[in-house]
């Protein structure tokens, strides 16, 4: 099967959000969805002092849809929202 690269963006919930430790929580939970992954972060300035974070991540188009993950995502107390911004097969 092919692989796909992932996307998620996350928005914390409020600007003091160490999104250090948000990313350490999220990806325990990407791990736990596709295993040992490549991974990359990115955080962007939204407005007024607050970040977005952007994690992606490569796993097997076999593991099925990563919405569950997401949802639990979701849950964490520091997340505002998050969500899949970008799904590609990738290609090589």
């Not at 929580?25 to 736990?32: A, D, F, G, W």
């Not at 997401?70 to 998050?82: L, P, T």
């Amino acid at each position: 099967m092919a692989q796909v690269v992932i996307t998620i963006k996350i928005m914390p919930s409020s600007p003091e959000t160490d999104l250090d430790s948000l990313e350490i929580k999220v990806l325990e939970k990407i791990k736990s969805f596709t295993g040992e992954t490549q991974t990359k972060k990115s955080i962007e300035p939204v407005a007024f002092g607050l970040k977005s974070l952007s994690i992606i991540f490569i796993t097997e188009e076999s593991k099925g849809s990563p919405d569950e993950m997401i949802d639990e995502i979701n849950a964490f107390d520091d997340v505002n929202s998050a969500e899949i911004s970008d799904v590609r097969r990738a290609i090589g």
